[in-house]
């Protein structure tokens, strides 16, 4: 077989067969074929489309590019959640201690923070101590005595996504529904949980930006996990604005704590409550994904979540003074407000210039070599649907460091859409896959 006939098959509109997707796969895991070649490749899969069997091929052989992770010495049906990528997302760190405080056990890897988007391991670790690089056994282990850990994806799960994921980046083929599908499933499904709620983003701020567009990569989703013997929801939620009120990564801990305090912002609860319920239902313990959603509810209520926080952080080496005094969190030596040059409306918040903005701060990496402020972030005061005048506060800008606040302020006033009719509260949950 030739990578160049692969490639040219792709280029005229053909269909893949199994052996030539896992033939590319393998082959450029193990460094035998070239950048250029699989990037040609991605450009004409991005073309040309994949179809609903290429993509399960495909998927397959990503995830069997590496380990495959076994948690069945965990008791209980394990579920997973997986969010194709947001701004201000800090749903794990409520979710995990919400499921796992109704008795469903979370065993999740997450990863860093990547382009504009912030990772749930970058968030963790702003809490002094906290460690996420745990052996298997400790993992395995902690998720029986505690019900939660959260830790850094192992290098040898599906090392193929990795790979092929930096190239998408950098070739401008990230946004294909077969490839971002593939992506996502072939982790999930190597991560070994039992069933899989899937937070797919949708809106400007998101890989997929047509409602149409995010349903069919759930359905593709949805299929590839049933194909597989895992249940897979889809949630298909709006990124037309960052997710609650904080971005960058101890002020997102600490809107997380507020949240589970019954304190947080409102788009953000309600869609841990779903979220929540689904993966309460795909564990067993509730008939319905509502009467799951009520027994979340009742565990944000009744301090049982915000108590399974502490006991996840105290398990991972974490500081859990920081958790019940979250002011001991990294903060910020410069507040500065960001001024709004105009009165209106916020119709809309571009949610990439915001993680861009907040990155310039100090909270993101802009080379693998950076080192992440932890106090650093934007905290918004007007979202969408706010009324709002000359003068008056859009956001705060935090940072240790003045030298590039007014790039960021730019950055952040340029995110920000105010006109002057009024403005509907955008919706948050547009449907659901299943
Ligand atoms: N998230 C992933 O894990 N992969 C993609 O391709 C897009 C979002």
Do not use: W
């Not at 002057?420 to 896959?433: F, G, S, W």
Request: charged share 25%; proline share 3%.
């Amino acid at each position: 077989m030739r990578m160049y006939d692969i490639i040219h098959k792709k280029r005229d509109g053909g269909a893949l067969t199994k052996e030539e997707i896992r033939f590319f796969v393998e082959g450029y895991t193990k460094g035998e074929i070239p950048d250029y070649q699989v990037s040609a490749l991605l450009m004409a899969i991005f073309l040309n489309k994949m179809d609903r069997r290429e993509t399960v091929d495909l998927t397959e052989a990503v995830m069997h590019s590496g380990d495959t992770v076994d948690l069945s010495s965990i008791n209980g049906l394990k579920v997973d959640k997986h969010s194709t990528g947001g701004v201000g997302d800090k749903t794990t760190i409520l979710l995990g201690p919400m499921v796992a405080a109704c008795g469903v056990p979370v065993a999740k890897m997450s990863g860093r923070g990547l382009g504009h988007t912030g990772g749930t391991l970058d968030k963790l670790e702003s809490i002094g101590g906290f460690m996420v690089e745990v052996s298997s056994e400790d993992f395995i282990r902690q998720v029986n005595e505690v019900g939660l850990a959260v830790i850094g994806q192992s290098k040898n799960i599906a090392p193929a996504d990795k790979k092929l994921y930096g190239l998408r980046d950098v070739t401008a083929t990230v946004d294909d529904v077969s490839l971002i599908a593939a992506s996502v499933m072939s982790k999930k499904l190597a991560a070994g949980s039992d069933a899989i709620v899937l937070d797919v983003k949708v809106g400007s701020g998101a890989f997929v930006k047509t409602i149409d567009g995010a349903i069919e990569l759930g359905q593709i989703m949805v299929d590839i996990g049933d194909g597989m013997g895992r249940a897979v929801i889809a949630v298909i939620t709006g990124m037309d604005q960052p997710l609650g009120y904080a971005v960058g990564n101890a002020l997102e801990v600490k809107e997380a704590i507020a949240t589970l305090r019954g304190e947080g912002p409102q788009d953000l609860r309600e869609l841990c409550l779903r979220l929540g319920g689904m993966m309460v239902y795909l564990g067993g313990k509730a008939k319905t994904p509502e009467e799951g959603s009520e027994l979340v509810l009742d565990a944000l209520r009744s301090g049982a979540a915000f108590e399974k926080l502490k006991a996840f952080v105290a398990a991972q080496g974490g500081d859990v003074s920081q958790i019940e005094s979250p002011e001991l969190l990294p903060g910020a030596k410069i507040i500065e407000p960001v001024l709004s040059l105009k009165s209106g409306h916020v119709a809309h918040i571009q949610s990439d210039e915001v993680g861009i903005s907040a990155t310039i701060l100090g909270a993101g990496r802009e080379t693998l070599e950076s080192v992440i402020d932890h106090g650093a972030g934007i905290v918004l005061v007007k979202k969408v649907g706010d009324a709002v005048k000359q003068g008056e506060v859009l956001a705060y800008l935090h940072t240790n460091s003045d030298q590039r606040l007014e790039e960021a302020r730019e950055r952040l006033l340029g995110a920000y859409e105010i006109q002057a009719e009024d403005v509907p509260v955008p919706k948050l949950i547009h449907a659901i896959v299943r």
